[in-house]
């Protein structure tokens, strides 16, 4: 059971609405009081209308939305780039088995204690110097490229997932 303090808000991030319904049908979120999907892509919202736990990330002026298998990099950035909490974004990053990214805001805010010794937990980092991506060592994989093709970075990231 995950027990929430009442102010901080928790964002859970989907790609279909079936899951909306389903979660909210079967109370999976019941533990924690204060949460919000953020509904990632273009899918079909028609049966999700007249709810205020959703957040919408195509509505957002910043949206990040090319390969529904990077839920958790399109949803930290969409978070991120309209300024929601990077503390959030922490706890966030504790759910997701590949974290990517550039050594921004987000990416550094997902290097807790947590997901560092997660010997299941992959780091994939592309930026030109490897001390801005690869941060911390622990039991956490640790994979770093400079090369900024954006193929290239397809590829690398679909071999992860």
């Not at 839920?71 to 950035?77: E, P, Q, R, T």
Request: with cysteine; glycine share 6%.
């Amino acid at each position: 059971m995950i027990n929430e303090k009442k102010d901080r808000e928790t964002f859970i991030f989907v790609h279909d609405q079936d899951i909306i319904i389903e979660f909210e049908k079967n109370n999976k979120f019941s533990s924690i009081t204060n949460y919000k999907y953020v509904f990632l892509g273009f899918g079909d919202i028609s049966l999700l209308s007249g709810t205020d736990i959703i957040i919408y990330a195509k509505d957002l002026p910043y949206n990040l939305e090319l390969y529904p298998k990077m839920c958790a990099y399109s949803g930290w950035y969409v978070l991120y780039k309209n300024n929601f909490d990077l503390n959030e974004i922490s706890y966030l990053s504790t759910f997701c088995d590949v974290i990517i990214g550039r050594g921004s805001g987000p990416y550094c805010f997902s290097h807790v204690k947590k997901n560092i010794f997660n010997e299941n937990k992959t780091y994939i980092s592309v930026c030109s110097d490897k001390n801005n991506g690869v941060i911390y060592q622990g039991k956490a994989t640790n994979i770093w490229s400079n090369n900024y093709n954006q193929n290239e970075i397809i590829k690398l990231i679909k071999k992860e997932l």
